[in-house]
């Protein structure tokens, strides 16, 4: 993908095949309209089916990762947009269950319909739909000055980008009502505690922490690793027959691709393996 700057954040490239998306409108705290969480899933879309990116990193710009969205009524600047304008809805009840459902769940469903490792640096503010995209990627870290929070019902609304579920995968059911029903927002050393990120780092260390996690799992054997994403996702929903099932697809066909062939040389011969030559062309 080409470095690109769109509506509310821009992309960069970091080898090997690192999308670095930053959200970038700091004024606003990175908060988000329609056109934004449009031209994200977009770009998620075109990551997808591009064989250069191997890794997607996720960070803000300023003193904020995501502080949900943008409640001021202002209309977004869509002169870099990459998709065209549609009617948001939210006007009448079926309204607002379209544009959830269509706009603003899409993004979440987006990242984690990713079959590509995802990973958000989480630098600031991380609030509502910032965390719920957020809780969506595979690793997390935070900065130690990071807050994360749902929120919503300090406005009397409903986490309803997928922040329940989310958080019930990772904070359980009473965990979960503890976060939702108390509005905690919560520093990075006790979103580390809690569960909600993997890692938390000193602020002045968040980029370089997150872009060598990134870079080891852009090392990795990227294609069964994609296939292990998925069936770990699944395993979560499915029962032990299904996942079973599933693994075992999936391993009919990463056991006779050039990595597994690489993996056992490189077992053999006491090296470290070079994965990857069927992406690099070599």
């Not at 954040?9 to 930053?22: C, Q, R």
């Not at 934004?36 to 990193?57: F, H, I, P, S, Y």
């Amino acid at each position: 993908m080409e470095p690109a700057s769109l509506t509310g954040f821009a992309t960069t490239i970091e080898d090997p095949g690192i999308l670095v998306v930053t959200f970038d409108n700091p004024e606003t705290l990175n908060a988000s309209n329609q056109a934004m969480k449009r031209d994200l899933v977009e770009t998620l879309a075109q990551a997808q089916m591009d064989d250069g990116v191997r890794v997607l990193l996720f960070t803000g710009a300023g003193r904020a990762f995501w502080a949900g969205d943008d409640l001021s009524g202002r209309e977004p600047d869509r002169s870099n947009a990459v998709v065209p304008p549609i009617f948001e809805g939210h006007h009448t009840p079926t309204g607002t269950y379209n544009g959830l459902r269509l706009l603003s769940q899409a993004v979440n469903t987006a990242v984690r319909d990713l079959d590509k490792l995802t990973v958000a640096a989480v630098n600031g503010f991380a609030i509502q739909t910032g965390l719920s995209f957020a809780l969506s990627c595979d690793f997390r870290i935070a900065a130690r000055s990071a807050r994360l929070g749902s929120a919503t019902l300090r406005f009397g609304l409903l986490p309803d980008e997928g922040g329940h579920f989310l958080l019930v995968q990772h904070l359980g059911l009473a965990g979960a009502l503890d976060f939702l029903m108390r509005k905690r927002i919560v520093d990075g050393d006790e979103a580390h505690r809690l569960g909600l990120v993997n890692e938390v780092v000193d602020d002045d260390e968040l980029m370089d922490a997150a872009l060598a996690l990134a870079r080891e799992l852009a090392a990795g054997p990227q294609m069964a690793m994609r296939m292990l994403k998925r069936s770990v996702y699944l395993a979560a929903e499915q029962t032990w027959a299904h996942a079973l099932e599933d693994i075992a697809a999936r391993t009919a066909v990463t056991d006779h691709l050039p990595d597994a062939r690489e993996g056992g040389r490189a077992f053999r011969e006491k090296r470290q393996p070079v994965f990857n030559a069927e992406l690099e062309g070599r």
